[in-house]
C-alpha cells in the first residue's frame, strides 16, 4: 500500500485561500468517505482537523473545509492565518491488507 | 479531560527491544480501537498498528510485522507496543492514538522518541 499523494508545499497570503490535494485510489479514497485531515505544528502531535471527507470536529475553525470527487479529497483553508502554518496530513480507510494509510504530508507556509 | 499519554522511549542498539505504553484517561478506554502511528525524524506520519477494543482485531504495517506486537490491558486503560529486532529505520517519535468512527484519530498522545543506534 503506498502512501496518498499530497503536494510537498502550498503557500498563501493572510487572507487567501489555499487547498491541499491528496490523491489515492479506488481502493482508498475514492472508495470510501473515510478520509481525515491532521494538521501538526513542529514538535508539537497530529490534531484532527477533518474527519469522514468533510466534517469538523467540534472546536475546528470553519476556515477549514474538505471535499473529495473521484480519486483525490481536498482540504481548503480560508482566510489564511499566520497560526495555519503547520504540516498537514491527509489518511483514509483502505480496502488493502492494511486498514489506514497516510498522505505524504503538505507544508503550508503563509507569506 | 481526554487524554493519552506515551512512555518507553529510548536510545537501544539495533537488534534490540523495547516495549512503550500508552495511558489513557477521560474517556471509557475500553469502548475504542487504538493505534500506533511513528515520524522518523524531519519525514510524514506513518501509521504502525491497530487494535481492536476488545484486542481480538489487530494489524501491522508491513514495515513491522513479525517484529512488533501490539496489545492492551483494558483493566488498566493502557496500550502497548513491544518492538523486537529495533533497526536504524525505526528511529521516530512514536505517538498513540484513539481511533474513532470512520478510522478517524481524534485523541492523539505527545509521542516518546525511539532512537536506535549502536
Known amino acids: 500500500q503506498s502512501a496518498l499523494t499530497q503536494p510537498a508545499s502550498v503557500s498563501g497570503s493572510p487572507g487567501q485561500s489555499i487547498t491541499i490535494s491528496c490523491t489515492g485510489t479506488?481502493?482508498?479514497?475514492?472508495?470510501?468517505?473515510?478520509v481525515s485531515w491532521y494538521q501538526q505544528h513542529p514538535g508539537k502531535a497530529p490534531k484532527l482537523m477533518i474527519y469522514?471527507?468533510?466534517n469538523r470536529p467540534s472546536g475546528v475553525s470553519n476556515r477549514f473545509s474538505g471535499s473529495k470527487s473521484g480519486n483525490t479529497a481536498s482540504l481548503t483553508i480560508s482566510g489564511l492565518q499566520a497560526e495555519d502554518e503547520a504540516d498537514y496530513y491527509c489518511?483514509?480507510?483502505?480496502?488493502?491488507?492494511?486498514?489506514?494509510?497516510f498522505g505524504t504530508g503538505t507544508k503550508v507556509t503563509v507569506l | 479531560q481526554v487524554q493519552l499519554v506515551e512512555s518507553g522511549g529510548g536510545l537501544v542498539k539495533p537488534g534490540g527491544s523495547l516495549r512503550l505504553s500508552c495511558a489513557a484517561s477521560?474517556?471509557?478506554?475500553?469502548?475504542?480501537?487504538m493505534s500506533w502511528i511513528r515520524q522518523a525524524p524531519g519525514k510524514g506520519l506513518e501509521w504502525v498498528s491497530y487494535?481492536?477494543?476488545?484486542?481480538?482485531?489487530?494489524y501491522y504495517a508491513d514495515s513491522v510485522k513479525g517484529r512488533f506486537t501490539i496489545s492492551r490491558d483494558n483493566a488498566k486503560n493502557s496500550l502497548y507496543l513491544q518492538m523486537n529486532s529495533l533497526r536504524a529505520e525505526d528511529t521516530a517519535v512514536y505517538y498513540c492514538?484513539?481511533?474513532?468512527?470512520?478510522?478517524?484519530?481524534?485523541?492523539w498522545g505527545q509521542g516518546t522518541t525511539v532512537t536506535v543506534s549502536s
Open positions: 492514538a484513539r481511533v474513532g468512527i470512520a478510522s478517524r484519530m481524534d485523541v
Open positions: 477521560g474517556f471509557t478506554f475500553s469502548d475504542y480501537y
Open positions: 487494535i481492536s477494543s476488545s484486542g481480538s482485531t489487530i
Open positions: 479506488s481502493s482508498d479514497v475514492g472508495g470510501y468517505n473515510y
Open positions: 469522514e471527507v468533510s
Open positions: 489518511s483514509s480507510y483502505t480496502s488493502s491488507s492494511i486498514p489506514l494509510v
